[in-house]
């Protein structure tokens, strides 16, 4: 079966894109500590770039010292990260119609940062952490709007050619939307128009700031998949908020840290088992697709079939595709695929790669183990 349409190009805005694969967001723990982008972090995304991948959203950048996850997480929060951010986004430049998006973001409730407590919409006990965010005063959540539109403002001056706010898995944007972390009564929560309020502000604030050419667009949250939690039917609504408001485009997603308690085989870390485990993210997509008018639907979660890629575009179910644990496994199968061989993705979805970031930069652990074969 040809995979033709999985290799054509599209857009994001103005944004032309040589295919349909977009390496979704993962967090690598390669920045220098203090969030600086060293040696390390360029050539990680250069050999992502020489594989194939026609858009590759980088790992979260934190938009505030607070918001990081670890020492080793890249920042956007203040003008001495430009010159290294632009180092990275130029080498990926170096490969031909590559194009590279930054993706933003803040922990919020799942924030473990030994000087900074987390913060969130609400004081609700973090299940994983054990900690206890500090609400947010609405001054506060207006300086956090700030930061988030500075951040994004930074990674348009380091040329990256979009930016993606991280509205998923639980961190504080993800926060804001959901009733389980938002219990609010303020402007800023009690209904999904408020709650949606400080991604609008964000968007509306950045787009004055990097005009109409430059796309902004969103990993959101669509259900978390626990009791009390965001639920699909809001999610749609929420999500359908966001494309009126201008948004180039969205990357449905869910699942949040405390998702894993008492689930094995959870988001936004799946095992997949089996074809049947594949594309579980099929089902949201085709749900919202017939509302996004021009925003394009960016579909994640489980896809590994460059066959099954290309039916769910030629079927109007997504306008890109978007993998993240094949490419730490095979940073060159857009090329694979391309070349001929479609084979599914070697990744076996065994989630080592999730394990390790918890002990150092993120990677394929069964890929390590066969480079050191091969060196012996």
Not at 117 to 130: E, F, L, Q, R, S
Not at 212 to 224: E, N, V
Not at 283 to 312: D, H, Q, R, Y
């Amino acid at each position: 079966m040809s995979v033709e349409l999985l290799f054509s190009p599209g857009y994001i805005g103005a944004v032309r894109i040589k295919n349909r694969i977009v390496r979704s967001a993962t967090f690598s723990g390669r920045a220098e500590k203090y969030g600086s982008v060293g040696e390390k972090m360029i050539n990680f995304y250069d050999e992502l770039a020489k594989g194939g991948t026609g858009l590759i959203i980088s790992g979260f950048i934190s938009v505030d010292v607070g918001g990081t996850i670890s020492p080793y997480q890249a920042r956007l929060d203040n003008d001495s990260y430009i010159s290294g951010q632009r180092k990275l986004v130029e080498k990926v430049h170096d490969i031909p119609e590559v194009k590279i998006a930054a993706q933003i973001g803040h922990t919020g409730k799942q924030g473990v940062h030994p000087k900074y407590p987390p913060v969130a919409p609400t004081a609700v006990k973090d299940k994983i952490t054990g900690l206890t965010p500090r609400k947010l005063s609405k001054k506060e959540i207006e300086v956090i709007i700030k930061k988030f539109v500075d951040a994004g403002y930074r990674s348009y001056l380091c040329g990256y050619d979009m930016v993606q706010l991280h509205a998923a898995h639980g961190y504080l944007l993800s926060n804001f939307i959901s009733p389980y972390t938002n219990r609010r009564d303020d402007e800023y929560g009690g209904n999904i128009e408020n709650m949606t309020r400080i991604l609008i502000m964000i968007h509306e604030q950045l787009r004055e700031k990097v005009g109409k050419s430059f796309p902004i667009i969103i990993k959101l949250q669509t259900q978390d998949f626990i009791p009390g939690g965001l639920i699909l039917d809001d999610g749609i609504n929420i999500a359908k908020i966001i494309i009126k408001s201008g948004f180039d485009a969205i990357e449905p997603s869910g699942g949040i840290g405390e998702t894993q308690i008492g689930t094995p085989n959870a988001y936004p870390s799946k095992i997949i088992k089996s074809t049947d485990d594949e594309n579980y993210f099929l089902a949201v997509a085709k749900e919202l697709k017939p509302f996004m008018g021009e925003s394009k639907l960016i579909m994640v979660g489980g896809i590994k079939n460059p066959i099954s890629a290309e039916k769910i575009l030629k079927n109007g179910n997504a306008d890109f595709i978007s993998i993240s644990r094949p490419l730490l496994y095979e940073p060159d199968l857009p090329k694979r695929w391309q070349s001929g061989d479609i084979t599914p993705a070697k990744c076996i979805s065994c989630n080592s790669c999730y394990l390790s970031m918890l002990t150092g930069p993120t990677h394929c652990v069964v890929r390590k183990k066969i480079e050191r074969k091969k060196q012996k």
